[in-house]
């Protein structure tokens, strides 16, 4: 096998302008804690923490040993009918640290799997209490709920959603988004105005009569659409809607938990608890695929019933509970412990809130937003080529600064560590207000 430029038009890549991007390859051989390595050697500063995956930083000495030892202990085990000692430990563990009242955990492998998972056990849920006819589910405008059918058609980002628009799953609706760049530009934190958005459920609990929604699915705070924090009292208002009509409320938190808002899930910063949580990416760290669904004991107790020798609920990954993904999950909970990750992200919260805004004034830039260690600097799109300004910052960040820098669209997004040192999240900043002087 050659090098990399040889034989990679063979290798179709995900969510890539492949064409553009085999003229000239960005290849990753390596990582330890904040940086990538590149095949030629290059050290890169990794502002993303991987895919909002790796909190805690890659090939965390602990996590790697646990999936070495793990792997060649119980490389696999069915969990049809039989289980592994890592995936029983792993479900406690996680809802151990879950809001009250969510005790029940199901595991499977993507964020997109997760999704899929709940919004089926959110019929199935209504269907065991006897209301069948709880068939809608509800998602939001520029929701991201991962690209399988399910979640492409409960979430609400155009270019995800646009090649497939006949086959998407029916008798889907979605609310509003509550991004509002007229009043809430440049808002450190929760946005003031919007909290009547979450009134939007309302018109569609009217148009379709409440009763036949079974749930509601959004992302705390939405993170691939370009970091839009909830106005302040939404999630608490959706919670209440949803209350008054019997609907189930979902949480996406494949971004949001395990510290990303400093807390183990956003459902406990935000105070609000929603009836199910999706989970993924930082559930191992993002070393080994994985995610879990949890549920409210009411949702898990509500298919418990009928002949006990017959399955409740016929779904499932043949890698679900896989045991080495379980260690891994397993091995970061103890990071997240014994380090004190979550107390470290709030602890940078106000640091990194103040690095993002200091780039208001800088040209191009129309609005910056965060929350927790998620945030967003937002550019104007070229005339004609949106994008495109976003997609230069990127490639100039990795081959002029040494930085892999995310961005959607015209919108830089931005995932710290857990446990990032400031003085490299400043010099990071740095870089990118060197590429943004000199963009067009
Ligand atoms: C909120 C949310 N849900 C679902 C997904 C899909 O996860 P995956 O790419 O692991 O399928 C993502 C991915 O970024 C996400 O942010």
């Not at 965390?60 to 490389?75: G, M, R, S, Y």
């Not at 608490?236 to 899930?265: N, S, Y």
Request: proline share 4%; net charge negative.
């Amino acid at each position: 096998m050659g090098s990399a430029e040889n034989n990679l038009d063979t290798y179709w890549m995900p969510f890539t302008a492949n064409r553009d991007f085999k003229s000239k390859p960005r290849v990753i051989t390596g990582a330890s804690g904040h940086y990538y390595t590149t095949e030629d050697g290059n050290k890169l500063y990794d502002t993303f923490s991987g895919l909002w995956t790796s909190g805690v930083g890659h090939c965390h000495p602990k996590i790697v040993e646990a999936v070495q030892k793990q792997v060649a202990t119980l490389d696999y085990c069915m969990t049809f009918q039989l289980t592994n000692n890592k995936a029983i430990e792993l479900a406690e563990r996680v809802t151990d640290i879950a809001p009250n009242g969510i005790n029940h955990c199901f595991f499977a492998n993507s964020g997109s799997e997760s999704v899929d998972t709940a919004l089926k056990i959110a019929l199935g849920y209504h269907r065991a209490k006897g209301e069948g006819n709880r068939t809608r589910l509800i998602g939001r405008e520029r929701g991201y709920h991962g690209v399988n059918f399910g979640g492409m058609s409960v979430g609400g980002m155009v270019p995800n959603r646009k090649a497939f628009s006949a086959n998407l799953v029916p008798g889907v609706d979605h609310i509003r988004h509550t991004h509002d760049i007229e009043r809430n530009a440049f808002t450190r934190g929760l946005p003031l105005h919007g909290v009547e958005l979450a009134n939007d459920l309302e018109r569609l609990c009217a148009l379709h009569d409440g009763s036949n929604i079974a749930a509601v699915i959004v992302e705390p705070v939405a993170g691939s659409t370009g970091v839009l924090p909830p106005p302040v009292g939404y999630l608490k208002r959706l919670r209440e809607i949803c209350d008054q009509h019997g609907i189930l409320l979902i949480f996406d938190e494949v971004i949001t938990a395990f510290g990303r808002l400093g807390a183990p899930f956003a459902a406990e910063r935000f105070g609000v608890t929603p009836d199910i949580i999706t989970t993924a990416k930082g559930l191992t760290n993002g070393v080994i695929p994985m995610s879990a669904v949890l549920v409210r004991d009411s949702v898990y107790d509500a298919f418990m019933h009928g002949p006990e020798k017959i399955i409740e609920l016929f779904h499932g990954y043949t890698y679900s509970g896989h045991p080495v993904a379980a260690a891994a999950g397993l091995a970061t909970m103890d990071v997240y412990d014994e380090e004190g990750m979550f107390e470290q992200a709030s602890g940078l919260e106000q640091h990194f809130e103040d690095l993002l805004h200091s780039f208001k004034d800088q040209k191009h830039v129309v609005d910056v937003r965060n929350f927790g260690l998620m945030g967003a600097i937002e550019m104007a799109p070229r005339d004609g080529a949106a994008g495109m300004r976003g997609f230069e910052i990127h490639k100039k960040c990795f081959w002029e600064e040494n930085m892999v820098v995310r961005n959607g669209m015209d919108v830089l997004q931005f995932s710290p560590f857990l446990n990032s040192d400031p003085d490299e999240m400043e010099q990071s900043f740095a870089g990118i207000r060197r590429v943004l002087d000199s963009i067009e």
